[in-house]
């Protein structure tokens, strides 16, 4: 059994940062690639970004490219998701999740263990 806790969500004002961490259990953490979800109120949960199981390849949401950064340390069971430039819109539950299939990392389908979820609101 995985379990996967998220931690680092909070208030911010707009343009303000934040880094979320994702500590997993388990001895298979470093084969497997990770995925980051949100889901603001009154919407669907949406993919935001992934990470291979080794950090070498990225993948973003475009709305978040270019002020997102997913990272990983396998030596730490922890996957991050470094969140720059906030915006209201930003505002949403996040959760991360583990990859089944990494060729298909859009879709909630492909992930199987899920943490809990942090809370990141960004006020204007």
């Known amino acids: 059994q995985v379990q996967l806790v998220e931690s680092g969500g909070g208030l911010v004002q707009a343009g303000g940062s934040l880094r979320l961490s994702c500590a997993a259990s388990g001895r298979t953490f470093g084969s497997y690639a990770m995925g980051w979800f949100r889901q603001a109120p009154g919407k669907e949960r949406e993919f935001v970004a992934t990470?291979?199981?080794?950090?070498?390849?990225?993948y973003y949401a475009d709305s978040v490219k270019g002020r997102f950064t997913i990272s990983r340390d396998n030596a730490k069971n922890t996957v991050y998701l470094q969140m720059n430039s906030l915006k209201p819109e930003d505002t949403a539950v996040y959760y991360c999740?583990?990859?089944?299939?990494?060729?298909?990392?859009?879709?909630?389908?492909?992930?199987?263990?899920w943490g809990q979820g942090t809370q990141v609101t960004v006020s204007s």
């Open positions: 990470i291979s199981w080794n950090g070498g390849r990225t």
């Open positions: 999740a583990r990859a089944l299939d990494s060729m298909n990392y859009y879709y909630q389908r492909s992930y199987d263990y």
